[in-house]
């Protein structure tokens, strides 16, 4: 049960959160900052109890490392309380994930200095396919016009974009950075935690320039860049230029943040709804936005490639501790790779799906026009089976310039 939120310094013994229904995750002894911690990963507490958590996060003030043995030197050991992760270092806490329970019911013993829990949405993830059937994929979702619409695809390929695009002509959020599927794909859910813009997303809105907290170091930021562009190569070697030079790549990494969907959504966050169309994006050299139809079968297979690429973290976590414990394995997770080709496959099945080739950065207006055609030209829910029956030249590539 829960009781209470903890307060400042107070732990609590435990608090809940219900991702739709579809992943219990329950947190034992947290303090205010790891309910908050955890809250910006995967969203706001449950306001009731469940009765059987399919994650559980154990808070402990100090995990013991007698008998420690680096597997990663200072990132992961074998130690008396199993396989230990130091995700920041030694001194900002560690934590034990017992990779032979991911996918299924898991308990995972967490310090309590640790801030985000490493690993946990690819967890999550993991067990809503494992337990549940749900077919996750990095992506953005929204509904706009009754019509349900998934981006997604590789790195920069064009999910938050869209999603800024139609937040400013009145959609309703659905997912930021993880959708969840049904086995049929008749259904999308979002992870309702907040999901990360950059800054050139932020100036490139009409509305919420001022979004996040930090809008005022970003433009301290652009000026220092922009300043030190203008210094000429020869003095870049002499001391404050130098420094100012190699410190750049780190600073204008603080250029992205983190948003909540109702910034930018306000009331319009619904986290769950139809699934009618899905874009795959792809950044190409040409100043125009093409956007084609694309077979489901290939667009299943690309996608499954997409998230093996997603798991690469935790899939690498898992053969270290496969190397630490030789006896252990987890059987999920060595045919991932043939259950995710599988159940995309059967989810993508008949669904209307396209190829997004864009510019980067792409402008938000034009983004919204070309993709905003595409939800009109067929019926909501309408298979590729009946779009070949439609007339001759209807599904020809639409080029916006």
Known sequence: ?????????????????????????????????????VAQQIGPPSRTALSHPDITVRYVHSIPTRQLHYIDLSR????????TMFPEGKTNGKLTIPFEQVGADCEIVCEHKV????????????????????????????????????????????????LLAFSQEGANYVAGEWALLTAKADTMYGLPGTFRIW??????????????????????????????????????????MKLLH??????????????????LFGSKCLYKGRLDKIFVGM??????????????????AQLATAMEFELTPLMSHYRAFQFACPG???????????LLRESLRTALEGKETYMLYHPYPV???DLYKSMHDHLLHFPPCASMKSLEMLPAGVMSPSVQR
């Not at 209470?4 to 947190?27: A, N, Q, S, W």
């Not at 992961?76 to 396989?83: D, I, K, N, V």
């Not at 929204?142 to 869209?162: C, P």
Request: hydrophobic share 40%; glycine share 6%; aromatic share 6%.
């Open 1 to 37: 049960m829960r009781i209470g939120l903890p307060t400042r310094d107070k732990y609590v013994e435990c608090v809940d959160f219900d991702i739709h229904g579809l992943v219990m995750v329950r947190l034992i002894a947290p303090s205010a900052a790891n309910v908050r911690a």
């Open 246 to 263: 190699q410190a750049m790549p780190v600073v204008r990494r603080q250029l992205n943040f983190r948003v909540e969907p109702t910034d």
């Open 283 to 300: 950044v190409h050299p040409d100043k125009c936005i093409e956007i084609t139809p694309a077979d489901s079968k290939v667009v299943a």
């Open 328 to 338: 252990c394995k987890n059987t999920f997770l060595d045919n991932i790779h043939d």
């Open 115 to 162: 801030g985000w829990i490493p690993l946990l949405i690819p967890i999550v993830n993991l067990t809503a396919l494992g337990k549940r059937g749900c077919v996750p994929l990095h992506a953005s979702g929204f509904i706009h016009d009754n019509v349900g619409v998934l981006v997604t695809g590789w790195i920069k390929s064009g999910k938050t974009e869209a």
């Open 76 to 83: 992961t050991a074998l130690t008396e309380s199993g396989f």
């Open 199 to 240: 800054d050139w997303h932020r100036r490139s809105l009409r509305k919420h320039r001022k979004i996040g907290s930090h809008h005022k170091l970003s433009r301290l930021i652009r000026t220092m860049d922009a300043l030190q562009s203008l210094v000429p190569q020869r003095l870049l070697h002499l001391g404050p």
């Open 363 to 365: 402008d938000f207006d």
